[in-house]
């Protein structure tokens, strides 16, 4: 059976849920092979084998983490060429996209992404993509090269399967200096302790109907009481209430959680094409002509000051 | 210095949008416009030149006859001239073909630095940029928040979720930036009656060397095999707040193991 490739991403060392997702669904494809950008200690392997990895390709020169998005279209393209995969999958995100695109323009395959499910199919992967504003859905094939596909975190829960990895060390020409674009300032955020948006289980956003900055106080008390990440309507974040980078919507993350909360957020279709993928979607907010609604499995007509604190007090009760 | 700026012709987000009989989304039925996400680059490329950049920007389209209305808007927002590639053989080109002609063009005309919306507002794909870049070998840089140029390089800002960074990239280079660079202007009448008279050249898949069997939907890397509207999601309960709302959403987050 032929591999399919898992671009492995991490985050501080530690491997995304997102990635373990990707070797879920390879799993369906093929044999699935998993491609770590930069050393990989033996927990990187283990877990990666946990998830089912046969096969982990480690490209450990340090200079692949030097420059963006190009060495690992290097490093990508040549596991490629090594393993001749069935597929390529690559998590959706700013980096992972553009990775995927350097790549398919590479070996001039074809791409789908955004998937939110990928399932084996005649002449190759069949895959589920949500379209226009998430109003369609549609299924599309690669009928040109290795097919290349970006996955939405969230589009499957990650399983167990373990198995025994063997590793193989690629060591690929690297582009460096140029094109390269590098990052010559970082200023670390705050750890906020909470999970990433894109991959978190539970979302509790705030819009408009906050009313202020201090007001996403109590969004972020009912996101750690549900162990969940805080994320913001474009309309909230414009108004400065809230960093844009937590921005749900058209231009902003799209999430697919097992539960969002929105607080105060009217649910424009922008903001909708970004989280109406969402398993269960629970609204609160003064009009009850809020388009929200429409949407909501379960809706409240009321002040958000009031029933947010509200639910993070019995929240808080029946967990305890 | 010379600019250019890829827009998209795209339909209205208002529209009722749908497929048409060759899995294609239905242009030909719903009004277009310039894709809102790419007036931001417009508006930044414009900036750059307004506050001192020695620069001309030329905008560069990919469409049917009536893609040229989105050069126009561009047109009436500033700049100098624009680009229409037109070809029968262009419908139904994926993200590849699209990028292979874009870029054909790019290098004909020439260029510093190209300017690019964040992502497409129809196939929202973002992959069109990245794309540029590997064909045209040049480093991008993506999802600018904000957006400099001097010295022979390009530097942006990007807010992430666990940090700001700078990120700075030699000339020539592809841009893409956000819709947090700042408003796109609105045209005045004047604006718009003389970027009328800014000279529009359409070439054709000939004059770039790109053959039909390249593009369009018999030379796509991708096909779309099937397309469904999504049945519309259901709205559940929805209940006045009596003082117990709170009790009666975590009911409900119980009774769905949410809790």
């Known amino acids: ?88 999958l690559v998590t959706s995100g700013a980096e992972g996209t553009e990775v995927a695109a350097r790549t398919a323009v590479r070996l001039d395959s074809g791409i789908v992404t955004g998937a939110v499910d990928v399932t084996s199919g005649d002449g190759g992967p069949l895959v589920t993509q949500s379209v226009f504003s998430g109003t369609w859905t549609a299924q599309a094939q690669v009928v040109r090269g290795t097919p290349v596909i970006t996955v939405r975190p969230n589009a499957v829960p990650p399983e167990t399967a373990p198995a025994q990895p063997v590793v193989e060390t690629l060591d690929p020409e690297l582009t460096r200096a140029s094109p390269g674009a590098r990052v010559t300032r970082r200023a670390p955020k705050d750890r906020t302790g909470r999970p990433d948006l894109v991959d978190a289980a539970v979302v509790v956003a705030g819009g408009r109907g906050m009313g202020s900055a201090e007001a996403f106080g109590v969004v972020e008390e009912l996101a750690d009481v549900l162990g969940g990440a805080v994320a913001a309507s474009r309309a909230a974040t414009d108004l400065g209430w809230y960093g844009h980078e937590f921005q749900v919507g058209q231009t902003g993350k799209t999430v697919a959680p097992q539960l969002y909360v929105a607080g105060g957020i009217s649910g424009a279709i922008q903001h909708r094409a970004g989280m109406q993928g969402s398993r269960t979607i629970v609204a609160i907010n003064q009009d009850p002509k809020a388009p929200i609604f429409g949407i909501a499995d379960f809706g409240v007509v009321g002040d958000v000051h009031a029933v947010l604190p509200a639910l993070v007090t019995e929240v808080g009760k029946r967990k305890a | 210095m010379k600019i250019i700026v890829p827009v998209k012709y795209v339909p209205e987000p208002t529209a009722r949008w749908r497929y048409a009989d060759d899995l294609t989304l239905d242009r030909a039925q719903v009004d277009g416009r310039l894709s809102e996400l790419d007036e931001y680059a417009v508006e930044q490329a414009v900036l750059l030149v307004e506050n001192g950049l020695d620069a001309t920007i030329t905008y560069l389209t990919m469409g049917p006859a009536k893609a040229a209305d989105a050069l126009r808007k561009a047109l009436a927002m500033g700049g100098d001239d624009a680009v229409h590639v037109s070809d029968e053989a262009l419908h139904g080109s994926d993200a590849l073909a699209t990028s292979l002609v874009l870029a054909r063009a790019i290098e004909r005309i020439g260029f510093d630095l190209v300017v690019c919306g964040m992502s497409s507002t129809d196939a929202e794909m973002s992959v069109v940029p990245a794309m540029l870049a590997e064909r045209l070998g040049v480093p991008q840089v993506t999802f600018a928040g904000a957006l400099a140029v001097g010295d022979g390089t390009v530097t942006i800002r990007r807010d992430g979720e666990t940090a700001t960074e700078e990120v700075v990239a030699d000339l020539p280079a592809v841009v893409s930036v956000t819709d947090q660079t700042g408003e796109a202007r609105y045209p005045s ?53 009596e003082g117990d709302a709170a009790a009666r959403v975590a009911d409900f987050l119980v009774a769905r193991k949410l809790l």
């Open chain 2, 189 to 241: 009448f004047k604006a718009i009656m003389a970027g009328k008279k800014k000279p529009v050249t359409t070439w054709t898949l000939a004059d770039l060397g790109v053959e039909a069997f390249e593009v369009g939907l018999s030379g796509a890397a991708t096909a779309v095999r099937s397309a469904a509207p999504l049945p519309p999601r259901q709205a559940g309960t929805v209940v006045v707040d």
């Open chain 1, 1 to 88: 059976m032929a591999e399919v490739l898992v671009l492995a991403e991490r985050t501080d060392g530690v491997l995304r849920k997102a990635t373990l997702e990707l070797l879920t669904i390879a799993r369906r494809l093929g044999e699935p092979a998993a491609v770590v950008c930069g050393a990989a200690d033996e927990s990187t392997i283990g877990v990666l084998g946990e998830h089912g990895a046969t096969r982990v390709y480690v490209v450990a020169d340090p200079a692949v983490d030097e420059h963006l998005v190009v060495p690992k279209v290097d490093a990508l393209v040549a596991a490629v060429r090594r393993a001749q995969p069935a597929a390529v």
